[in-house]
Every structure is written in C-alpha cells, then in structure tokens.
C-alpha cells in the first residue's frame, strides 16, 4: 500500500524540479522519533531524491535511492548516560540534565566513523539540502554551513520556544506551554506564573550551559564553517520547520509562513487486515469489544513492578471485554483467560478494528495521534511530562481521562474504564477529532514533501523568512523597547519633553501588558 502511495508521489514530481541530494539527520535513540519521520524520507527517496539518513534504525532491507548511516554507538553511549546521571531535583538541574543528553547524541553523530570519514572531510561529498530533528542539537546543524545548502528541521513532537527561534515564530508563554510542564492551552493564573519561570530557566540555560558546549563541537568539527558562519546565526537560518503536530490534535496557535505543521504524518491510510488469531480473538468479543493497552515502544510492561502489573491484571480479570496487551515477555504469570499478549501488535490497524473500543496508552505523541486518527477514546497513563501533556488535552477535549499509574487503585483504574467505555460522550468526541484532524487539503505526509521540494525549488525559499531572524537578540525579545518602557516609567512621568507620541505609546502598551 505504502509502495502505491510512494509512486503515486512519483507521479507528480513537477518536471523542472531536479533529483536532489538530500542530507538528513535523525539520531533519535529511542525508536518513535525515528518512526514519525521514516515515511518522509522514504517519500523523498521515492520521489527520486539521494536521501542519505543519519539513524540509529537502519532498514531492513535496502530502499531505493536510500542509504543509511548507522549510528550503532549511539544506544550505548546514551544508555551510559542514562545511568550514570543522578535524578534531577529542581527545574534547572533537570534542564542541565536534558541538555547533557542532546550533548551526547550530538556527539555520537560528529564522532561516528562513516560520518568523519565521508560526510566531514571537505570536498568529500556533496548535497542540495539538509534536514535535520530539531531538538537541541545545534552543533550538527554545521551542516548546513559545510555544504553551503538549506536547512530543514523536523521536530517530532511540535515546537516550543526552542524551535520556534529557528524561524523566528512568536510563542505567547501565556497559552503555548513549554512541554515539559505537562500544561495545555489553558493555563490557570498560577500554570502561568510556572509556566513563564520555567521557560525562563530553560532559556537561560540553554544560553549558558548548552550552547558553550555545542559552540565548541561546531568548532571542532566544522573549523573551516564556523570562520565563515556563527553558530548563533546559523540556527536562525532555517529555511522551513515541520512539525509533528496539528491545531486539531493540539490547540490554535499562530505560526510564521515556514513552519509548517505535518502531525501524523507516518499513520498509513489504509489498514491491512490483521493476523487470524488476533482477528479471531477480537471477533469472540462479541458486543463487548476490545480494550487495547500498550505503553508504547519505550516504557515495557514487563518491567512494571510486580505489584502494580497485578493490579492491571486483577482490573482485567475482572472486566467483561477482552484485552490485548502488549507484554514483551511470553509468559505473564496469572494471565486471565481473556488477555492476549504478544510482544508486538501492529497498533494502527488495531485502533482502525471497529470492536476496539479503548485504548489504554502511555500518553506519547504518536499514540495520541493515532488514537485521534482512528476515533478511540484514550485512558491515559503517562509515563514522562510530554505525555502528561497529551493526556490533559486529551481531558480536556472530552476524549479521554487521565490516571497516575503509580498512584491510582484497582477500584479507581476500574471505574475510569468503565466511564470511558459507558458514558457515549467520549466515543462521540473522539470520533469528532478524527472528522477534524482527517480534514486538511493534502495528507500530512504530501505536505511535508511539497514544502520540502518548495525550499529546493527556490533555493533555500528564503522570501518566508520573517525579518526578525536577522535582527540581533535584543530586538528579537524587544528587550531595548522594555528597557526604554522601563526606564520611562522609573523616569519622571512629568519629563514633558520625553511624552513624544513613540514614547507614549510604549509606555501605554507597557501598562496594558
Ligand atoms: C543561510 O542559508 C542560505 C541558504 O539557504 C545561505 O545562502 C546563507 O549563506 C545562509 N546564511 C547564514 C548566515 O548561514
């Protein structure tokens, strides 16, 4: 099916557009980013394009026009880190700690043989465009300078701050929640308050502990880029942004003409029928139905301790639907009759499965999306802040509930299950979003491509860029103008001969802000 849809993009390559050779850059060492943006670059590939793909996932079997650079290290080395560093107590810790994260995977790319011995050297290799996952990981962005071609970034899980400065895109703190409060669009007076000081630690820093450090390998592996280009520069030089995100699965927010959002793009449109003895256990349901629990490809069930793993298992027990649970593992000590394990079940075409009724998820972005796609009700257990994030949305959209999973008690885990699969509002809401988010002139994943093809077609498309991108840092915040505001307040108001209209007008504007 993906093979029709690839060459039916083929088909309608414009002729004047030239194969290009495209770099890109995803060294995501957990698998999900890596999923949310194979379909693009394999889209790209099909569409005649090099695509020459920097993962830690490399293909099974070999793809046309597609090859791979594996970063086999990359696991290993973020494996490490993960156990060498201690739990972060406070917000500016747990921002150093993140930050030292993206440090090591920005490493595990520049320091990675087939990546020094044939994309570094100058003059080795050659490309028309870079596309890079947008997160953090601005020494690599270096790129860009060294083959003097465009940039694109991708960022997995939608913008904040961080990425919307590489376009210059406005982020109002007052209703675009920094992602790792677990806020939504609505934020109460006090979510404010947080939500601004801890966007402010993470800026500052991202300004004082990241980017000395990326400043650094930028200069070491790009020496002959960075006399030319700053690091600061070069990260305000984006020639597009894709999101993995959408107004309909999220919230409205404004956004500049290159940053453009392409949620879900990696859900295949047509389901394929599932394998018999799943069908058939689905089918035995009856009117029932089906609940799907998973927690995704990161978080395993197996690891779960045991006590709570026998809660989920007495709740299930106890429920006249059926469940398939994703268990890695194939033994599950005390499995009632109607639980189905397997390791793996292929999510998609399970969520499209009109018996299935529910699905009981960790909360991450592409569950979410996938849920809202196939119009299932979600009972979320978040695992990490960014799903906490998805989970209250998908609260206060109407479509699902929330839970602690280390908190909540077999009585409360029931009754929530029991609402979402009884009371009709939530299946009417979630098949509500599904209508809204399949609504959109082109599919996601043919929009990401046709924004991807106008950046070559206009040479790094730099007409959207907003002007502010190469205005300094001062202007970009208006820190001069709240400095002038400032300043006039504290001055005498009475200073007649400063009540000039501009003056007047800041001043004004201060006190409405
Ligand atoms: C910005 O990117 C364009 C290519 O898209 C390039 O020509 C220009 O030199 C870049 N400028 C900086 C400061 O990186």
């Not at 690839?6 to 995803?26: E, T």
């Not at 005390?334 to 009724?357: S, T």
């Not at 998908?394 to 929530?416: D, I, P």
């Not at 103008?481 to 007008?505: C, N």
């Amino acid at each position: 099916m993906r093979a029709l849809r690839i060459s039916c993009l083929v088909l309608a390559l414009p002729a004047y557009l030239q194969a290009a050779r495209i770099l890109a850059i995803f060294p995501s060492p957990g698998p999900s980013q890596y999923i949310s943006v194979e379909p693009y670059l394999k889209g790209l590939a099909g569409r005649g394009h090099q695509v020459t793909s920097v993962n830690a996932f490399p293909q099974m079997k070999p793809v046309a026009n597609f090859r791979d650079v594996f970063l086999s290290e990359l696991s290993d080395n973020y494996n490490e880190l993960i156990n060498e560093l201690k739990e972060p107590t406070n917000t500016w810790e747990e921002n150093t700690y993140i930050n030292k994260l993206f440090v090591v995977v920005t490493r595990s790319v520049l320091e990675n043989k087939e990546v020094a011995e044939t994309l570094l050297p100058p003059g080795k290799d050659q490309f028309d465009l870079i596309i890079v996952e947008a997160l953090r990981s601005d020494a690599y962005y270096g790129f860009a300078v060294h083959f003097n071609a465009p940039i694109i970034g991708f960022s997995t899980f939608g913008t904040d701050w961080n990425i919307d400065e590489l376009v210059g895109n406005v982020s109002p703190l007052s209703y675009t929640p920094l992602l790792s409060t677990g806020f939504t669009d609505r934020m109460t007076f006090q979510k404010r308050v947080s939500n601004f000081i801890d966007t402010m630690i993470a800026w500052l820093n991202y300004i004082l502990v990241h980017m000395p450090e990326h400043v650094q390998m930028y200069e070491k592996h790009f020496p002959e880029a960075a006399k030319r280009v700053k690091l600061t520069d070069l990260n305000r030089n984006f020639s597009l942004v894709l999101l993995n995100q959408h107004f309909s699965l999220s919230f409205p927010r404004p956004n500049v003409p290159n940053m453009i959002e392409v949620g879900g793009l990696h859900i295949s449109h047509k389901p394929s029928p599932l394998p018999k003895d799943l069908e058939e256990f689905i089918q035995g349901s009856g009117e029932q139905g089906v609940i799907y629990f998973s927690l995704g490809p990161n978080v395993l069930s197996k690891e779960l301790p045991v006590k709570r793993r026998d809660l989920i298992l007495k709740t299930f027990a106890s429920l006249p639907q059926r469940v398939l649970w994703k268990f890695e593992d194939d033994n599950l000590p005390g499995k009632p009759a109607n639980v189905f394990i397997r390791k793996w079940f292929p999510q998609q075409d399970i969520l499209a499965h009109p018996k299935v009724k529910l699905f009981i998820t960790h909360g991450g972005l592409l569950s979410t999306i996938e849920s809202i796609h196939h119009g299932k009700p979600v009972l979320g257990l978040p695992f990490f802040n960014g799903a906490l994030a998805n989970v209250n949305r998908a609260t206060q959209a109407g479509y699902g509930l929330g839970l602690n999973h280390k908190t909540m008690s077999q009585r409360e885990f029931k009754e929530t299950i029991e609402r979402l699969l009884q009371e009709p509002r939530f299946a009417q809401t979630a098949r509500q979003m599904s209508e809204r988010y399949r609504d959109q002139p082109m599919s996601p994943l043919a929009t990401a491509i046709w924004w991807t093809e106008y950046v070559l077609r206009h040479k790094g498309a730099h007409h959207m860029r907003v002007a502010v991108q190469d205005s300094g840092f001062f202007a970009y915040y208006d820190l001069e103008f709240i400095g002038v505001a400032t300043w006039m307040s504290l001055e005498s108001l009475d200073d007649l001969e400063l009540l000039e209209p501009k003056f007047l007008g800041y001043r004004s504007i201060m006190v409405v802000g």
